[in-house]
């Protein structure tokens, strides 16, 4: 991936992020406004990743934002909001981003 491709990377999650704790604080309290920012949020987001759908190939970008704001919500969802997570759940987090990183550096991996 190029330096501009992580840098869009960068930008669509810093979105997703913004997007999730605009969904949180809905959650917290609802209103129009608060619905109507957590939608351009993910929308914005969502071309973002377009951009590099195209030039990386859906299963690189995905694959990557998806751990990425795996770990990144978590973080927020954790260290700001005080939610909190048991063993179980945070043995399915790790396995996810174990298996994210087996999907995108597989192929890498193998031609070693």
Not at 93 to 103: D, S, T
Request: no cysteine.
């Amino acid at each position: 991936m190029s330096f501009w491709g992580l840098v869009q990377l960068g930008i669509s999650t810093i979105i997703f992020l913004l997007a999730a704790a605009a969904a949180k604080q809905w959650g917290l309290a609802p209103s129009l406004g608060k619905i109507v920012l957590t939608l351009g949020l993910y929308s914005l987001g969502n071309l973002v990743m377009l951009r590099l759908v195209r030039e990386f190939g859906m299963s690189v970008s995905f694959s990557l934002s998806a751990v990425i704001q795996l770990v990144s919500v978590n973080v927020v969802a954790l260290a700001f909001f005080g939610e909190r997570l048991n063993a179980l759940q945070a043995t399915g987090v790790v396995l996810a981003i174990a298996a994210v990183a087996l999907i995108t550096l597989g192929p890498y991996l193998q031609r070693l």
